[in-house]
């Protein structure tokens, strides 16, 4: 993201100027939470910032779980989290299954059916003593259901996207175990600033201008 466009959601929020090195921290902490390795170093030589205690470590940890996780290697994910994050997927139900059904998710693509039904009933079917679970074990179940999976109704359990939005909640929960931020300062900020804006735009009444729109106000 741009300085100009940074600088943008910063006037959203209805701030009239912002320190440079407020903008530094803010850049480096987003190409930190994501990983971006290469663009931390040669974004740390320009600026002239102090290298984070012990960051290039457990960035390059935490990048490895989430390469496999976007792969769909679901175990080895698994593997790494627990050496770099033990006990986290046994206090954290919810991104274990998740987790574990992207594996399910690896075995019905590569249509080893036979393999990918035993695996749900060993690894999978205990989460189908709690309600909350019961939906979403349906839904995964019902792939073996057809012979071209990508298909289905619940297709969309296939797609990057639904890996993307698991290996995300998987970092989030890294970086809260490894006592750093679960979200980007940037992330909060286009939160905060989306927020504000539609705040603004619900009071103006019937005068009010087209529902705010981030992208638009960003390319504005």
């Known amino acids: 993201m741009s300085k100009h466009v940074f600088l943008r ?12 090195n407020d903008i530094y921290d803010v850049v480096l902490s987003y190409l930190i939470h994501n ?3 290469e663009s931390v170093e040669s974004f740390i030589a320009c600026t002239g910032m102090k290298r984070p205690t012990d960051y290039l470590e457990n960035m390059e940890k935490r990048k490895r779980i989430l390469h496999f996780a976007l ?10 989290t627990e050496q770099l994050a033990p006990d986290i997927l046994e206090n954290n139900k919810d991104l274990e299954f998740d987790l574990l059904s992207l594996h399910f998710v690896e075995l019905v693509c590569s249509k080893k059916c036979t393999e990918a039904l035993e695996y749900a009933q060993t690894k999978l079917s205990p989460f189908g003593k709690e309600q909350t679970y019961m939906q979403k074990l349906e839904d995964f179940m019902a792939l073996l259901a057809y ?3 990508e298909k289905s109704p619940v297709f969309h359990l296939l797609s990057l996207e639904y890996r993307q939005q698991v ?3 998987l970092n989030r929960a890294v970086l809260a175990h490894l006592k750093l931020p679960s979200y980007a ?13 539609q705040c603004l735009s619900q009071e103006a009444g019937k005068d009010r201008p087209p529902p705010f729109s981030l992208k638009d106000f960003i390319k504005s």
């Open 9 to 20: 959601i910063v006037q959203a929020l209805g701030y009239k100027s912002i320190n440079d």
């Open 147 to 149: 012979p071209e999976p």
């Open 35 to 37: 990983c971006y390795n």
């Open 71 to 80: 792969e769909g290697n679901a175990l080895k994910a698994i593997e790494l």
């Open 185 to 197: 300062a940037m992330e909060r900020l286009i939160q905060q600033a989306t927020v504000v804006r």
């Open 167 to 169: 290996a995300d909640s």
